[in-house]
């Protein structure tokens, strides 16, 4: 066997079930750090309730003194129609699943069934959809020409609000963050200079440091310098995760992506995770579906993903942003 023939389309529930459901719910989706809602009815509306604040009155025995209604407030996240296709030489693609499958200890490499080809090649794209649609939530710009134009990601958000100035942001230098010091005195600033709502809601654990490697390698270096054994410990195992006084710091892992476009190349954001939301429905449109087949013609097999997706910030007064000029 050199080539994979066999054609495998996914649909309905085989495409929620199969191919998108296993990282777009659970650790998988903690892993992306934002609020992910996933087959809500389109239009997907995120609803917001304003509650009212000093509801506790005096008893007096009868009567209504609740006053008004709580305010509501609604989020539409606008979904695009996107489409992802991958392309590879029979050959190369062959050694990819079948190097999955070699990885894999409770395989019989003498009698490889199709279900086992199959589940390789789905990881196989599954892999490369997630990496795509990770990127493009940070990164996407609509109105670009190319590159990750499908859907407008945070970034470009986040930036067109900035013209208004209705949150906090500030910028640095390539030069002040030479320092790993520095990196401190930056999630101090953002922390001071937070909407005291941002700042009431660390208790509840949601809040987050969404910061690029150069910050998140600063800070690093910065708990090397500590003179402690559980620093040195660190420094050679690594960590598995770095806080700011309890609140999360996460490498977003943009180095490539980022480069080549006009989007801050480097930036530090402190926002509560629900605040970024990503939408991805793969149901409430006709034709969306994955496909993996093989072309004689051209001796290649083709992958393909039909579905919709986007992002947005709910509340944009619920931000605190640096980045560098």
Not at 126 to 152: C, H, K, L
Not at 252 to 278: A, E, H, I, K
């Amino acid at each position: 066997m050199s080539f994979l023939e066999n054609a495998k389309q996914y649909t309905g529930a085989e495409l929620d079930t199969i191919f998108f459901r296993p990282f777009l719910t659970g650790p998988s989706a903690q892993e992306l750090g934002v609020r992910i809602l996933y087959n809500l009815p389109v239009p997907t509306t995120v609803q917001l309730w304003d509650g009212q604040q000093n509801i506790l009155q005096k008893h007096t025995g009868k009567g209504w003194t609740g006053g008004a209604s709580a305010h509501k407030y609604q989020k539409n996240i606008a979904l695009s129609r996107v489409k992802a296709e991958m392309g590879f030489s029979a050959a190369d693609y062959f050694s990819l699943v079948y190097e999955k499958i070699a990885a894999r200890a409770d395989v019989n490499m003498d009698d490889l069934t199709g279900t086992e080809l199959e589940q390789a090649e789905t990881a196989l794209f599954r892999q490369a959809v997630a990496e795509n649609i990770r990127a493009t939530m940070w990164v996407g710009d609509a109105s670009a020409p190319s590159g990750y134009n499908t859907f407008t990601g945070f970034l470009k958000t986040i930036m067109n609000y900035s013209a208004a100035e209705i949150f906090h942001q500030q910028t640095y230098t390539a030069a002040t963050m030479t320092d790993p010091e520095s990196v401190v005195g930056l999630f101090d600033s953002l922390w001071q200079n937070a909407d005291t709502r941002i700042q009431d809601a660390k208790g509840e654990g949601q809040l987050a440091f969404f910061v690029t490697s150069d910050l998140y390698y600063l800070y690093e270096k910065y708990l090397d310098s500590k003179g402690a054994d559980a620093a040195y410990v660190d420094t050679v195992n690594g960590r598995q995760g770095l806080a700011y006084h309890g609140i999360p710091v996460i490498d977003v892992r943009l180095g490539n992506y980022l480069s080549g476009n006009s989007l801050p190349q480097s930036f530090c954001l402190l926002t509560d995770r629900r605040n970024l939301v990503l939408a991805v429905n793969t149901a409430d449109f006709p034709g969306n579906e994955v496909r993996m087949w093989y072309n004689p013609d051209e001796m290649e097999n083709r992958q393909r993903a039909l579905f919709m997706a986007g992002c947005d910030v709910l509340d944009e007064t619920m931000l605190s942003f640096a980045y560098r000029e």
